[in-house]
């Protein structure tokens, strides 16, 4: 499993962001499927209706609907956390979309993740340990 940020999934269905090409080969290394938040899937899905409407959109749904991607649920405790996580690194801001995923890193024991948003090398699961940022 790896958790998955928006900017991969945006720049993986449009082939105009500047980190198209990286995030394709960098995805043929991960096992799937990817997994996600609804507020991370809810932003890429916002990025992507900006960048160029309703065909990008439609592509990230397909990617929902063929299993590659998956949206975990968030437990009680998850949500609790998500919301302490926000008031510890407000300085950045943390935005809901990285707290989710960096919840769900805490309560599934999960280290990797694709992103391209430099915060996570900020992030510390648990307050201590660093992500495996993929692409590095």
Request: hydrophobic share 45%; charged share 25%; glycine share 6%.
């Amino acid at each position: 499993m790896t958790l998955c940020d928006a900017g991969p999934l945006v720049a993986l269905i449009d082939a105009d962001e500047a980190d198209h090409e990286t995030c394709a080969l960098a995805l043929r290394t991960l096992a799937l499927p990817l997994v996600t938040t609804w507020p991370t899937f809810t932003e890429a899905m916002y990025l992507l209706g900006r960048a160029g409407g309703s065909a990008g959109q439609q592509a990230l749904w397909k990617l929902l609907l063929s299993r590659r991607l998956k949206i975990a649920e968030l437990s009680r405790t998850a949500v609790e956390r998500s919301a302490t996580l926000m008031v510890k690194y407000a300085d950045r801001p943390m935005d809901l979309a990285d707290a989710t995923l960096v919840a769900l890193a805490e309560e599934r024991g999960e280290r990797r993740i694709f992103t391209l948003d430099d915060d996570f090398r900020v992030y510390r699961i648990h307050g201590r340990t660093r992500f495996e940022i993929i692409p590095s």
